[in-house]
């Protein structure tokens, strides 16, 4: 686990994609992808998830990893809804649907749950499009627009 303070330092670090080899993205069948983030200093390793569910085909994921395990961010688009603990410093005990985000939080990691309209920063530009979905988180968690990959869409 890291401390808050670590936490913190990973997500505000500016990353990049490893490689430009192009992001498939599947707007109707299940799939599983990771591409490896590196800091622009290249001291630090984050992985990006990109999942969407095999049961319900709408549900679609995205998060960052750094030191391969501890989850930073992840961004619930279709999928189920998350009640936060009753001890939560977030809205403790309350359900949230969909779209909703997990920050990392040193005593919970990503237990937590965040309506995107209470996270500072985030903002979605097209809540019908998944890849919009995408380059916002990345920009959410500093990723440089100038590294993504060419996003290949299929049907």
Not at 15 to 29: G, I, M, N, T
Not at 116 to 138: A, C, I, K, Q, R
Request: with cysteine.
């Amino acid at each position: 686990m890291l401390t808050q303070g670590e936490a913190d330092f990973l997500h505000s670090l500016e990353k990049q994609f490893e490689s430009s080899e192009v992001l498939p993205f599947a707007l109707s069948r299940a799939f599983d992808l990771e591409r490896d983030l590196l800091s622009t200093d290249r001291r630090e390793k984050f992985i990006l998830t990109i999942e969407r569910g095999r049961r319900r085909r709408a549900r679609l994921k995205y998060q960052t990893r750094a030191r391969k395990i501890v989850v930073l961010a992840r961004l619930d688009i279709d999928g189920p809804a998350h009640r936060n603990p009753r001890n939560s410093p977030h809205r403790p005990g309350e359900r949230l649907l969909c779209p909703h985000l997990h920050i990392y939080h040193e005593k919970f990691g990503d237990g937590i749950a965040y309506a995107l309209e209470d996270v500072p920063g985030y903002n979605v530009s097209d809540y019908d499009n998944g890849t919009s979905w995408l380059m916002d988180f990345l920009n959410f968690c500093r990723v440089n627009p100038a590294t993504v990959p060419e996003i290949q869409i299929e049907i």
